[in-house]
């Protein structure tokens, strides 16, 4: 039992003394690039039934908000109107 011991004390004073031959990793944050928000306003609307439920069901597929959806074809929407007139 003391050679177990002396093993186990050895073993650690060779830790303590040696260097890591791994070299360390340094870890450095990614910077975060701040985006303009443009302020929001509530717009509240009543749709078909059949047409929010492909909303949802597109959300779900492509991991897309009810909200972007509805802002990206808005703006999809007066972009075409504008571009006929």
């Known amino acids: 039992m003391t050679d ?10 060779k830790l303590k003394k040696e260097t ?4 360390i990793q340094e870890v450095h ?7 303009l928000k443009e302020k ?9 039934k059949g047409l929010l439920k492909r909303m ?3 959300g ?3 991991d897309i908000s009810l909200k972007d959806i509805s ?6 929407y007066l972009d075409n109107q504008l571009k006929k007139s």
């Open 56 to 58: 949802k069901s597109y």
């Open 40 to 48: 929001e306003a509530q717009l509240n609307v009543w749709i078909p």
């Open 20 to 23: 890591p031959k791994a070299p």
């Open 29 to 35: 944050p990614v910077r975060q690039i701040v985006a």
């Open 60 to 62: 779900v597929e492509f």
């Open 4 to 13: 177990y011991k002396d093993k186990l004390g050895g073993l650690a004073d």
């Open 71 to 76: 802002i990206e074809a808005l703006r999809c």
